[in-house]
């Protein structure tokens, strides 16, 4: 290749990885929703593939955009449902608990209420969630377009992202390309099991509750099992929270059985084998990396980078693992010390 050919390669690749970079810093404040759409579209593309061949690609992309806002408005409808229907029942809960320990040494951790915020607790605990709502999003036009981002990136992601691959790949020489497809393959598998096993952990989670919390006799067992299917959502510290307010709750009662059952019984039941055994396991299964390596990613990721650390974590441990292995084969191959003999 001509010397001068080369240079205007390289001054083209830097120009656009310039680009990039610019976008990247100006658009920082979207990274978080920017690395959920592709990591669904990342999970649905298998599906998609399989659509494009019955359908065209453009309508394959708008039915499995719509039926996943669809999936989100329902899920968030019915939970929204069952939590509103009962907002007496949890306003009665929280009282309960702050009173029962108000003159304990646990009452510098639970949140201090007025007289009028006691005589209201429904209502209070509904300013406090709009309030946690709106601290969250900041802004709501800026959330709107935050959403609506999200929508027409898994949209576009979906249909060219299996071309951007493809293009990516041809930049690159022969053997670097090899590692790059299975660095590519480890990550799309990573992600595919991240998002199928935590939304299958929920569902076992709110599955086994439903039982479990009708021996015990509480009134509204649906409930329970809802706020512990809804909290198994929430990456490591969800479900265990809110076993531990279970337990307190039902120590506030002064129902000392009932908290011991649900520490010793409903911890290791609904969230321990959960959390240890089932996600690391079947994450381990597809992405073939040792499942400790998985719960690594998952503790380092989510406390240091929030809720896109769910996604970031496990694929950077995937990919120095597989890192390590493509090394491995490369040094320990014979035909390849042969060859450099």
Known sequence: MDPFQLREDHQLLLLICAIYILCIVVFWA????LIWAAAIATALLPFHKKLSRIVKP???VTFITVWVLLIILL???VSSSIL??????IGTMVASLVHGFQNTGLSAFLPTFTEAQFSNMPG??????????LSLTGNVMQSLISVIIFFLSLSMLLYYGEHIGNTVMRMFSPKLSCAMEKMAEISTNTIYALIVVQISAAVI???LAIPFFTFLGVEDPLLFATLIGLAMLIPLIGAQIMILFYALYFMSLGDTGRAVITLLAGYPLLSGWIDFYYRPVMMGKRVA???VMMMIGIFAGVPFLGIAGFIIGPVLIALAVTGYKILAEEVCDPKARSHQN
């Not at 979207?30 to 929703?33: G, K, R």
């Not at 509103?84 to 029942?89: F, K, L, P, S, W």
């Not at 209070?124 to 709009?130: A, G, K, R």
């Open 30 to 33: 979207l990274i978080t929703v």
């Open 58 to 60: 453009s309508v394959s």
């Open 75 to 77: 899920v968030l409808s």
């Open 84 to 89: 509103y229907g009962n907002i007496d029942r």
């Open 124 to 133: 209070t605990l509904v300013h406090l969630l709009l309030q946690s709502l």
């Open 205 to 207: 989670s709110f599955l």
């Open 289 to 291: 990396i040792p499942p």
